[in-house]
């Protein structure tokens, strides 16, 4: 496998082909970003054009759809053969067609490739109805590399689970941590972390659901550094770099804070997406002070919440904040900053709010009761690929825990957003790889609201 990646990154006489994506990453109302790789070296451009509503008189003039073409991005062994692309300007609330050329040849693609800008809603409609699905923990089999016994990845049929989710046509999918698993082998030198992200975006039955709607991603342990770990990895400035390089998110950290955090707007949500890793202390610290997130990244945190003009806040982060029961890693480690931020929230009565995680190898939903708020509610969702938690007898008899909803096998979850402004809805479920159903669950966002607050944030 190692000797096979290295040739990868080989001048070659062959011409460049697609091996993984296009992905569109980060949307907005004028422009798009979308991700890709190759083989080899070339240069790479998209195309694309406007998908006109049907019109009986177009179609009787037989008119062609204007087409623009993005900028020209090298694919460099350097860079993996990676090209991403700011695809703009378009029109708000649009659908486009696209495709793919690597020096001038049209990369053969088994599915349409589409993409839309953000609808321009604000002041003028309510809020469009939409999908996202959360996943984490994606562990991809590598014999090689693994461990022995049982594939940690599941069998072949497991990773279905893709394709179930593309099934569900989302308009943006939220990788919430762990979307690949460094090995032993990996971690210790930026060309394995390489060869880890090249093997798994590279999996063929993955491509579907990379080119359905568009994808976000924060990280945790797993595809930042070693398992559990924190901000002293050696190796944290070349997994940012390559983070970066793999995910088309809208940004990542600040020009004077590096990391992975970001926030996203998305129709009627923001996403504040954490980044749990760069900045964290050991979870086994004995220190009041100690950080999960580091005290810039939570200066930032808050000042982004208050800022935001979004009725649903999507706080979204690898561990759980509001379980109290774990063992294994958590916010409930930092008991005093997890304490500030949540009376930040009681104290600056922000509606909306709800939390997004993952991390545990199970899904669940908890409901924290707050004195005089409203109801804080966090889903967890995990795993979609890697082994599912044994055991758990603590986590399952959480009482926070909304009946019905712990799921001890691989799944996804999705939340669906509809509904008019005076009666929006969120709808949570959780999906089995096959598709099925796993339990629902539905929060009116009325219900997200502090009761007699002077103002709606």
């Not at 054009?49 to 460099?76: C, D, F, G, Q, Y």
């Not at 800008?117 to 939409?130: L, V």
Request: charge should be neutral; hydrophobic fraction near 35%; proline fraction near 5%.
């Amino acid at each position: 496998m190692a000797a096979a990646f290295s040739m990868m990154l080989m001048t070659s006489s062959l011409a460049a082909e697609l091996t993984a994506g296009p992905m569109v990453g980060a949307t907005a109302m004028r422009q798009v970003k979308i991700w890709l790789q190759a083989n080899g070296p070339g240069k790479a451009q998209i195309e694309y054009w406007e998908v006109a509503p049907a019109n009986t008189a177009t179609m009787a003039m037989n008119i062609s759809p204007k087409r623009a073409m993005s900028h020209t991005v090298a694919l460099e062994a350097d860079t993996d053969f990676v090209a991403q692309f700011n695809v703009g300007l378009i029109e708000p609330g649009r659908t486009y067609e696209y495709r793919v050329l690597i020096d001038n040849k049209e990369q053969k693609i088994p599915q349409p490739l589409r993409f839309k800008s953000q609808s321009f809603w604000q002041w003028h409609t309510d809020a469009p109805d939409w999908k996202m699905l959360l996943g984490s923990c994606s562990f991809t089999n590598d014999p090689t590399y693994d461990r022995p016994g049982r594939p940690y990845g599941g069998a072949p049929s497991e990773r279905r689970i893709y394709d179930s989710m593309a099934a569900q046509k989302p308009d943006l999918t939220v990788w919430n941590g762990d979307y690949l698993y460094y090995r032993e082998a990996d971690e210790d030198s930026e060309l394995g972390m390489r060869y880890r992200w090249r093997y798994d975006r590279g999996q063929a039955d993955h491509q579907s659901l990379l080119r359905t709607g568009s994808h976000v991603a924060l990280w945790d342990d797993h595809d930042y550094g070693p398992n559990d770990s924190n901000s002293s990895f050696r190796l944290k400035g070349e997994a940012l770099a390559l983070f970066k390089r793999y995910w088309a998110n809208p940004s990542f950290g600040l020009p004077e804070l590096p990391g992975a955090f970001t926030t996203y707007r998305f129709n009627d949500a923001e996403l504040f997406m954490l980044d749990d890793r760069y900045y964290r202390d050991s979870d086994k610290l004995q220190a009041a002070d100690k950080s999960k997130i580091g005290a810039a990244q939570l200066r930032w945190l808050k000042n982004a919440l208050l800022m935001s003009v979004s009725p649903i806040k999507l706080i979204v982060t690898g561990g759980q904040v509001t379980d109290d029961t774990s063992a294994y890693e958590g916010w409930h480690n930092f008991p005093e900053e997890r304490a500030d931020f949540l009376k930040f929230l009681a104290d600056h009565k922000l509606n909306g709010v709800i939390l997004l995680t993952g991390d545990r190898h199970f899904t669940q939903v908890l409901k924290t009761e707050r004195q005089g708020l409203y109801p804080l509610y966090e889903l967890t969702c995990s795993p979609t690929l890697s082994g599912p938690a044994s055991g758990l007898v603590a986590e399952g008899l959480n009482k926070k825990m909304v009946p019905g909803t712990f799921v001890r096998t691989r799944n996804f979850c999705s939340l669906d957003f509809s509904g008019p402004k005076n009666d929006r809805r969120i709808t949570l479920r959780s999906f089995a790889v096959n598709g099925d159903k796993n339990w629902e669950r539905e929060i009116r966002l009325t219900e997200l609201q502090v009761p007699s607050a002077a103002k709606v944030q």
